[in-house]
Protein backbone atom coordinates (compact mmCIF):
# COMPACT_ATOMS: atom_id res chain seq x y z
CA UNK A 1 0.00 0.00 0.00
CA UNK A 2 1.67 3.50 -1.11
CA UNK A 3 2.43 5.73 1.67
CA UNK A 4 1.28 9.20 1.19
CA UNK A 5 2.49 12.33 2.94
CA UNK A 6 0.58 15.83 2.91
CA UNK A 7 0.59 19.14 4.41
CA UNK A 8 -0.59 18.68 8.46
CA UNK A 9 -1.98 22.26 7.66
CA UNK A 10 -3.02 24.93 5.19
CA UNK A 11 -4.80 28.08 5.75
CA UNK A 12 -7.01 30.01 2.99
CA UNK A 13 -9.33 33.37 3.03
CA UNK A 14 -12.94 32.82 1.64
CA UNK A 15 -13.21 32.90 -2.24
CA UNK A 16 -9.39 31.49 -2.72
CA UNK A 17 -8.90 28.26 -4.94
CA UNK A 18 -7.51 26.00 -2.39
CA UNK A 19 -4.89 23.20 -3.23
CA UNK A 20 -3.94 20.54 -1.41
CA UNK A 21 -1.16 18.40 -2.50
CA UNK A 22 -0.39 14.56 -1.58
CA UNK A 23 2.84 12.49 -2.57
CA UNK A 24 2.56 8.72 -3.20
CA UNK A 25 5.94 7.81 -4.64
CA UNK A 26 5.39 4.19 -4.40
CA UNK A 27 1.82 4.30 -5.89
CA UNK A 28 1.36 0.73 -7.81
CA UNK A 29 -0.12 0.56 -11.08
CA UNK A 30 -3.96 -0.37 -9.99
CA UNK A 31 -4.25 2.02 -7.48
CA UNK A 32 -6.88 4.55 -7.86
CA UNK A 33 -6.55 7.84 -5.56
CA UNK A 34 -9.14 8.96 -3.53
CA UNK A 35 -9.56 12.18 -1.23
CA UNK A 36 -12.12 12.33 1.75
CA UNK A 37 -13.20 15.28 4.10
CA UNK A 38 -14.27 15.27 7.56
CA UNK A 39 -16.03 17.92 9.32
CA UNK A 40 -15.57 18.02 13.37
CA UNK A 41 -17.57 14.95 14.87
CA UNK A 42 -18.39 13.61 11.69
CA UNK A 43 -16.92 10.64 9.47
CA UNK A 44 -15.71 11.51 6.66
CA UNK A 45 -16.76 11.35 3.48
CA UNK A 46 -16.16 10.90 -0.14
CA UNK A 47 -15.23 14.46 -2.31
CA UNK A 48 -13.41 12.66 -5.88
CA UNK A 49 -11.23 9.81 -7.16
CA UNK A 50 -9.16 9.19 -10.02
CA UNK A 51 -6.48 7.58 -11.72
CA UNK A 52 -4.96 9.83 -14.16
CA UNK A 53 -4.80 13.15 -15.56
CA UNK A 54 -7.70 15.70 -14.01
CA UNK A 55 -11.06 15.01 -11.99
CA UNK A 56 -14.39 17.28 -11.75
CA UNK A 57 -17.09 17.16 -10.03
CA UNK A 58 -19.72 19.49 -8.60
CA UNK A 59 -17.26 19.69 -5.11
CA UNK A 60 -13.74 19.65 -6.24
CA UNK A 61 -10.91 18.79 -9.44
CA UNK A 62 -8.16 16.14 -9.09
CA UNK A 63 -5.21 16.67 -11.12
CA UNK A 64 -2.74 13.45 -11.51
CA UNK A 65 0.27 14.05 -13.48
CA UNK A 66 1.50 11.91 -15.64
CA UNK A 67 3.64 10.08 -13.64
CA UNK A 68 1.31 9.56 -10.88
CA UNK A 69 3.80 10.19 -7.98
CA UNK A 70 1.47 13.27 -6.30
CA UNK A 71 -2.21 14.29 -7.21
CA UNK A 72 -3.47 18.05 -6.14
CA UNK A 73 -6.71 18.65 -4.94
CA UNK A 74 -8.04 21.64 -6.25
CA UNK A 75 -11.52 23.56 -4.22
CA UNK A 76 -12.38 26.32 -6.02
CA UNK A 77 -13.71 29.52 -4.30
CA UNK A 78 -13.79 28.21 -0.66
CA UNK A 79 -16.11 29.18 1.71
CA UNK A 80 -16.08 29.15 6.03
CA UNK A 81 -17.94 25.44 5.36
CA UNK A 82 -15.05 24.10 3.87
CA UNK A 83 -13.17 24.16 7.13
CA UNK A 84 -12.33 20.16 7.39
CA UNK A 85 -9.61 17.85 7.67
CA UNK A 86 -8.62 16.52 3.98
CA UNK A 87 -7.45 13.00 3.58
CA UNK A 88 -5.66 11.27 0.34
CA UNK A 89 -5.86 7.53 0.19
CA UNK A 90 -3.87 5.90 -2.68
CA UNK A 91 -5.13 2.26 -3.38
CA UNK A 92 -7.48 0.10 -1.07
CA UNK A 93 -5.64 -2.68 0.45
CA UNK A 94 -7.94 -5.66 0.38
CA UNK A 95 -11.00 -3.53 0.89
CA UNK A 96 -9.39 -1.75 4.05
CA UNK A 97 -9.06 2.24 4.40
CA UNK A 98 -5.66 3.39 5.71
CA UNK A 99 -5.90 6.83 6.62
CA UNK A 100 -3.48 9.30 7.57
CA UNK A 101 -3.35 12.36 9.74
CA UNK A 102 -4.78 14.44 6.08
CA UNK A 103 -4.30 18.38 5.89
CA UNK A 104 -6.49 20.40 8.44
CA UNK A 105 -7.72 23.11 5.80
CA UNK A 106 -8.49 26.50 7.94
CA UNK A 107 -10.67 28.68 6.02
CA UNK A 108 -10.70 32.47 7.27
CA UNK A 109 -13.35 35.53 6.44
CA UNK B 1 -30.57 4.29 -0.63
CA UNK B 2 -27.87 2.80 1.99
CA UNK B 3 -27.72 4.35 5.26
CA UNK B 4 -25.69 3.47 8.15
CA UNK B 5 -26.67 4.11 11.85
CA UNK B 6 -24.51 4.43 14.48
CA UNK B 7 -25.25 4.86 18.24
CA UNK B 8 -24.92 6.52 20.75
CA UNK B 9 -23.87 9.80 19.78
CA UNK B 10 -22.23 10.25 23.28
CA UNK B 11 -21.19 8.28 25.94
CA UNK B 12 -19.23 8.97 29.66
CA UNK B 13 -18.32 5.67 30.90
CA UNK B 14 -16.35 5.04 34.15
CA UNK B 15 -13.22 3.60 33.89
CA UNK B 16 -13.23 -0.30 34.45
CA UNK B 17 -16.68 -0.26 32.74
CA UNK B 18 -18.28 -2.16 30.02
CA UNK B 19 -18.53 -1.03 26.62
CA UNK B 20 -21.15 -1.82 23.78
CA UNK B 21 -21.39 0.44 20.57
CA UNK B 22 -23.47 -0.68 17.87
CA UNK B 23 -23.88 -0.19 14.21
CA UNK B 24 -26.51 -0.85 11.79
CA UNK B 25 -26.15 -0.81 7.52
CA UNK B 26 -29.35 -0.61 5.88
CA UNK B 27 -30.26 -0.77 2.20
CA UNK B 28 -27.43 -3.08 1.20
CA UNK B 29 -26.38 -7.02 1.73
CA UNK B 30 -23.27 -8.40 2.52
CA UNK B 31 -20.94 -5.36 3.14
CA UNK B 32 -17.64 -4.84 4.26
CA UNK B 33 -18.00 -3.49 7.90
CA UNK B 34 -15.25 -1.35 9.57
CA UNK B 35 -14.45 -0.09 13.22
CA UNK B 36 -12.21 3.05 13.28
CA UNK B 37 -11.48 5.42 16.12
CA UNK B 38 -9.94 9.05 15.65
CA UNK B 39 -7.71 10.37 18.95
CA UNK B 40 -8.23 14.29 19.66
CA UNK B 41 -6.62 16.03 16.60
CA UNK B 42 -5.48 12.80 14.96
CA UNK B 43 -6.03 10.90 12.38
CA UNK B 44 -8.60 7.62 12.32
CA UNK B 45 -7.20 4.51 13.21
CA UNK B 46 -8.62 1.25 11.75
CA UNK B 47 -9.62 -1.03 14.59
CA UNK B 48 -11.69 -3.67 12.90
CA UNK B 49 -12.72 -4.84 9.60
CA UNK B 50 -14.97 -7.53 8.77
CA UNK B 51 -16.04 -9.21 5.31
CA UNK B 52 -19.04 -11.77 6.79
CA UNK B 53 -20.92 -12.58 9.72
CA UNK B 54 -18.95 -14.07 12.14
CA UNK B 55 -15.49 -12.99 10.31
CA UNK B 56 -13.53 -10.51 12.18
CA UNK B 57 -9.81 -9.02 11.64
CA UNK B 58 -8.18 -7.03 14.06
CA UNK B 59 -5.61 -4.05 12.78
CA UNK B 60 -4.07 -3.40 16.48
CA UNK B 61 -3.73 -5.11 19.93
CA UNK B 62 -6.12 -3.02 22.15
CA UNK B 63 -8.55 -3.79 25.04
CA UNK B 64 -11.00 -3.80 22.62
CA UNK B 65 -13.13 -6.42 20.52
CA UNK B 66 -15.88 -6.89 17.77
CA UNK B 67 -18.50 -8.95 16.66
CA UNK B 68 -20.82 -9.10 13.89
CA UNK B 69 -24.06 -11.57 15.26
CA UNK B 70 -26.13 -10.16 11.87
CA UNK B 71 -24.77 -9.43 7.92
CA UNK B 72 -25.12 -5.59 8.58
CA UNK B 73 -24.79 -5.62 12.21
CA UNK B 74 -21.08 -4.61 13.93
CA UNK B 75 -20.89 -3.97 17.52
CA UNK B 76 -17.74 -3.39 19.08
CA UNK B 77 -17.19 -3.72 23.05
CA UNK B 78 -14.87 -4.24 26.12
CA UNK B 79 -15.20 -5.68 29.19
CA UNK B 80 -13.41 -3.26 31.07
CA UNK B 81 -12.60 0.11 29.63
CA UNK B 82 -9.65 2.19 30.35
CA UNK B 83 -9.05 5.57 29.96
CA UNK B 84 -6.89 5.69 26.40
CA UNK B 85 -10.09 4.52 25.24
CA UNK B 86 -11.76 7.56 24.92
CA UNK B 87 -12.19 8.98 21.33
CA UNK B 88 -14.48 9.07 18.62
CA UNK B 89 -15.48 6.20 17.50
CA UNK B 90 -16.57 5.63 13.59
CA UNK B 91 -18.37 2.65 11.86
CA UNK B 92 -18.03 2.54 8.31
CA UNK B 93 -19.38 -0.03 5.08
CA UNK B 94 -17.85 -0.68 1.51
CA UNK B 95 -19.21 -2.63 -1.12
CA UNK B 96 -17.82 -6.28 -0.80
CA UNK B 97 -15.75 -7.21 -4.04
CA UNK B 98 -16.14 -3.83 -5.62
CA UNK B 99 -12.69 -2.36 -6.69
CA UNK B 100 -12.25 0.93 -6.17
CA UNK B 101 -15.16 1.26 -3.56
CA UNK B 102 -15.11 4.22 -1.13
CA UNK B 103 -16.65 3.88 2.42
CA UNK B 104 -19.01 5.10 3.94
CA UNK B 105 -19.11 6.09 7.62
CA UNK B 106 -21.58 6.64 9.94
CA UNK B 107 -22.00 9.87 12.40
CA UNK B 108 -19.33 8.45 15.59
CA UNK B 109 -19.63 8.04 18.60
CA UNK B 110 -17.54 10.22 21.13
CA UNK B 111 -16.85 8.16 24.32
CA UNK B 112 -15.50 9.98 26.72
CA UNK B 113 -13.82 7.38 29.87
CA UNK B 114 -13.39 8.84 33.09
Known amino acids: LAKTTQPISMDSYEGQEVNITCSHN???????ITWYQQFPSQGPRFIIQ???TKVTNEVASLFIPADRKSSTLSLPRVSLSDTAVYYC??????????FGSGTKLNVKP | SQTIHQWPATLVQPVGSPLSLECTVE??????LYWYRQAAGRGLQLLFY??????ISSEVPQNLSASRPQDRQFILSSKKLLLSDSGFYLC?????????????FGQGTRLTVV
Open chain 2, 92 to 104: AWSVRGALNTEAF
Open chain 1, 26 to 32: NIATNDY
Open chain 1, 50 to 52: GYK
Open chain 1, 89 to 98: LVGVDFNKFY
Open chain 2, 27 to 32: GTSNPN
Open chain 2, 50 to 55: SVGIGQ
